[in-house]
């Protein structure tokens, strides 16, 4: 539990913020609606998040482009199926590719390109219900932290982009590289120096 929530948290919202940097325009979008809900008070409370719709759409995208569990957790066919003209028998370990389906041009228009303006206005969701964007897996082995985790980094979102200018620092800052292994990780830290 501590492994799976922690480690998977953490990294997405840091794929999260070096988008941001990456793409300027979106980074003042989020800035100007986070302003216009936190109207000069210390902070942007929990409860104001759920009028960010620019800002959950951010964490939708950054999700997308960025699954933290790639291949979620593998399965085992409880039965023989065909799937597509393909015998898959009783017994077979199968693993999703969810980063694979996430960046699909079959499914999303300009995969590759950073926009949250996808998510404004769509049903699609993290859920588990739209088997084209798994970030967080679905069915009965399906993450059940998922409210958590979005509660938290879209928290950490609004508040860093409601108290802070950012400039990178880093050369490798942008450099989008993941490393390997179960979680995906920025394979370059990103250095910036936010200003109040
Ligand atoms: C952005 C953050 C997170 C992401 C992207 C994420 C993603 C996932 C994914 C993809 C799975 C496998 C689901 C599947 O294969 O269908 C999973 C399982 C799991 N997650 Fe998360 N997770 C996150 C945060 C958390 C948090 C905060 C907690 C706990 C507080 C948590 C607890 C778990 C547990 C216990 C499982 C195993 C469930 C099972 O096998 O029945 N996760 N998560």
């Not at 200018?165 to 590289?177: R, Y």
Request: with cysteine; net charge negative; proline share 8%.
């Amino acid at each position: 539990m501590y492994g799976a929530g922690t480690d998977t948290t953490s990294t997405s919202l840091v794929w999260a913020i070096g988008e941001l940097l990456r793409n300027p325009r979106v980074m003042k979008e989020l800035q100007q609606e986070a302003r216009k809900i936190g109207r000069g008070r210390p902070m942007i409370p929990e409860e104001d998040v759920e009028k960010m719709p620019y800002l959950k759409a951010v964490f939708r995208e950054a999700l997308r482009l960025h699954v933290p569990i790639p291949l979620l957790v593998p399965r085992q066919s409880t039965q023989d199926v065909k799937i597509f003209g393909y015998d898959i028998p009783s017994g077979t370990q199968v693993w999703i590719n969810a980063w694979a389906i996430a960046r699909d041009p079959s499914i999303w228009e300009e995969p590759e390109v950073f926009r949250p303006e996808r998510f404004l206005n769509s049903p699609m969701d993290y859920i588990g219900s739209h088997f084209e964007y798994l970030p967080f897996g679905a069915g009965r082995r399906g993450c059940p932290g998922i409210k958590f985790a979005a509660t938290i980094n879209e928290l950490v979102l609004a508040n860093l982009a409601y108290k802070f200018e950012f400039a990178l620092e880093g050369e490798h800052s942008l450099d989008m590289s993941e490393t390997d292994g179960m979680t995906a990780h920025k394979k370059y830290p990103i250095l910036v120096k936010a200003t109040l």
